[in-house]
């Protein structure tokens, strides 16, 4: 068994890599994943559940993304097998493995310790797919080629970071604007499209807006300077300018829950 660690906002993701690993290993590993509504089923003691797949897991796969990478459970749940792993060593035993899936920007090299000490791999490149799955059939015990496709199953993985980054990016967009009242506009005009404006926003932020605009954004808002101005307030004079933000209303729908939640 092996023992797939994430957060609730991950879960599409870490049903995806089950379904390929165990397609992959048929009949050889089962893939522990709290929220999937198999390896925990109803009525179950959920931490009894996960302290059982701890203790039992052969290999552990960790999902970090620049927001799991702080929470609480994935600390709790790599240094179980850390633990295992060095007792297992110790006693003559085999290793552990314990492998960081690192994703939607995430990349090994930006880790924090302890994550950082193992060799971590990143999701959305296919030889960085392929050798994670070597090395789970090495701990499995498996031998021979594989058979999964690793270019169809990155470009899967690519998919889901889009739309899971994409969420992030218009709540940073949005911070300090009217959410309810957008949304609302939104659900009364679907399919169209909605001109925000931000009135005066600091030359900072505006460096910020354009950088979504180009990157994590791009196609999907239009940002216009309306004017630039100095604004006088208890901190002094700032340099800035009125702003526009052309956005698709279907896509602030897309993403309704996530924006009324943050506002």
Excluded at 199 to 212: A, H, K, S, T, Y
Aim: proline content about 4%; overall charge negative; some cysteine.
């Amino acid at each position: 068994m092996l023992f797939l660690s994430h957060i609730h906002e991950e879960r599409e993701l870490a049903v995806l890599i089950k379904s390929e690993l165990e397609s992959e290993f048929s009949g050889f590993v089962d893939v522990f994943v709290s929220s999937d509504g198999v390896s925990i089923p109803a009525g179950a003691n959920f931490l009894k559940r996960i302290e059982d797949g701890l203790v039992a897991c052969v290999g552990a796969l960790y999902l970090i993304s620049p927001k799991s990478v702080a929470r609480t459970w994935i600390s709790f749940e790599l240094g179980a097998v850390w633990v295992r792993n060095a007792m297992s060593l110790r006693s003559g035993g085999v290793e552990i493995p314990a492998l960081p899936v690192c994703h939607s920007g995430m990349k090994p090299g930006a880790l924090p310790a302890p994550l950082s000490n193992l060799n971590g791999i990143v999701a959305n490149q296919s030889s960085q797919l392929e050798f994670a799955f070597r090395s789970i059939q090495s701990a499995v015990g498996g031998k021979g080629g594989l058979k999964t496709d690793f270019d169809q199953l990155s470009a899967r993985i690519i998919a889901f970071e889009n739309a899971y980054t994409l969420g992030a990016s218009l709540v940073r967009l949005l911070k300090g604007i009217n959410v309810p009242g957008l949304i609302a506009h939104c659900e009364a005009n679907p399919n169209t499209t909605v001109n925000i404006q931000f009135g005066f926003v600091p030359n900072e932020q505006i460096d910020v807006i354009r950088g979504l605009e180009r990157n994590e954004l791009q196609g999907r808002i239009k940002v216009e300077v309306k004017s630039s101005v100095v604004a006088f307030g208890a901190d002094g004079a700032q340099n800035g300018g009125d702003i526009e933000v052309m956005i698709g209303t279907a896509l602030l729908l897309q993403f309704r829950n996530e924006l009324l939640s943050a506002a």
